[in-house]
């Protein structure tokens, strides 16, 4: 069994012109973007063996840091990505508007710059924002995605590779697909490593299929979070030696050389939550999907925590009970959260809140709306003031006046970036 670390003691010597870049490349790069590091910011940037010389690092205190920083020093001491250059990184937890958001850039050896993108950190302003991509057309990091490659694409002439993990995947698609095509047409391709899809509004637009074919997605065998929405065909199954929602970890995925070892498909688990998602989206509107998330976060703020690791084991069956319980979430939703639930004696409970996202099957009957962000900015506002709009079941579409009962939210404090 061997993981990218092994990948770095073997071939971290080979240099770019003797083994172009691969998959496993990209992968060490989405994965170096969850890293801080002193001097990030600076336009010049530095070199990955001076971060590890001077010790640039910053400490984390998340479980994955520990595999984190030893990528990162085997990358800095081989030569393969020491002389690398990492500048303009950024990172940005802003609570008001319920964004978080870091990328990097990363000059490689061939001539070429990645742009990495970072997935969700530790807090629950982070874990909110990816629940509400199940319902609102744009999140405030896709928008921050966008503006950063644009903002990256300027620096040089260089052609492009973007790399994300998890939501870090979907921001690099999504900026990718709405930046300027000067900027598409110097994009070499788009790595997202188990990373959820587009919501429907973006997957049809023809922006989007004029990037499609740049799009690498690798997924791990019981993987949910890539199978979410309008998830990326085709996609490649990576052996993992964890088991359930902790193949989202991509230290559990299997390397041989310059190559993952695959699978040819997902397994039944996978599909079955994959599908049970998929009945709920298509069977709720946008409003009532966003007072679920509004139920399930003002229960979650109301326990104090500003991190998900904050959330014990127990802390989290009682949260998801009382989701459950609630009488603002329409029965529709809690029948589909109660097989979710039983869903998760399989997967692992401490983990089920990262299945509420929703896809949508090509080429699957029916249909599954999101709101425009205005629209969930009006609910918000309802929900803040203390007042209710119309009951769910009387909107049609995205723009139609109406919610489910939210209650009374807590406006959320300004959290760290872990």
């Not at 190559?259 to 298509?282: G, K, N």
Request: with cysteine.
């Amino acid at each position: 069994m061997a993981n990218m670390l092994d990948y770095l003691a073997w071939r971290g010597d080979v240099p770019f012109e003797a083994s172009p870049w691969n998959e496993i490349d990209a992968l060490l790069i989405a994965t170096l973007s969850y890293l801080d590091f002193h001097g990030g910011k600076d336009p010049k940037g530095w070199t990955l063996e001076e971060m590890a010389r001077i010790n640039l690092l910053q400490e984390g205190t998340t479980n994955s840091f520990i595999g984190r920083k030893k990528a990162f020093e085997g990358m800095a001491s081989g030569a393969r990505f020491r002389d690398c250059r990492l500048h303009h990184a950024i990172a940005l937890t802003d609570a008001e508007i319920g964004m978080q958001f870091s990328a990097m850039c990363l000059d490689l050896p061939d001539g070429t710059t990645c742009v990495a993108f970072r997935g969700t950190d530790n807090t629950l302003i982070g874990w909110r924002e990816d629940f509400d991509m199940a319902y609102t057309t744009r999140v405030p990091a896709q928008e921050a995605a966008i503006l950063y490659l644009s903002r990256a694409a300027a620096l040089s002439k260089r052609p492009l590779r973007l790399v994300g993990h998890s939501k870090g995947g979907n921001l690099a698609v999504y900026a990718a697909t709405y930046t300027k095509k000067s900027v598409q047409n110097r994009i070499e391709s788009i790595w997202s490593f188990d990373g959820p899809g587009m919501n429907r509004e973006t997957s049809q637009t023809e922006e989007y299929l004029r990037i499609k074919e740049k799009i690498r997605s690798f997924v791990p065998q019981t993987s949910i979070i890539g199978m979410l929405m309008d998830y990326y065909e085709p996609y490649t199954v990576v052996r993992s030696v964890a088991s359930g929602i902790s193949q989202h970890d991509p230290m559990s995925w299997q390397v041989y050389g310059p190559r993952f070892e695959t699978l040819p498909s997902i397994d039944q688990t996978a599909v079955v939550t994959r599908d049970t998602l998929h009945e709920w989206l298509q069977n709720s509107t946008p409003e009532q999907r966003a007072s679920f998330v509004d139920a399930l976060f003002s229960m979650a703020e109301s326990t104090k925590a500003t991190r998900m690791s904050e959330l014990t084991s127990e802390k989290l069956k009682t949260l998801l009970t009382m989701v459950g319980n609630r009488k603002d979430v329409d029965p529709e939703t809690r029948r589909v959260f109660t097989r979710l639930m039983a869903q998760a004696v399989t997967l692992g409970f401490g983990n089920v809140i990262d299945w509420v996202r929703g896809r949508r099957e090509s080429g699957a009957a029916g249909e599954w709306e999101t709101m425009s962000p205005e629209k969930r900015r009006e609910m918000l506002e309802a929900a803040l003031n203390g007042k209710n709009t119309a009951e769910p079941e009387a909107a049609q579409d995205p723009g139609a006046a109406g919610s489910a009962e939210t209650g009374t939210e807590k406006a959320p404090e300004k959290g760290t970036e872990s």
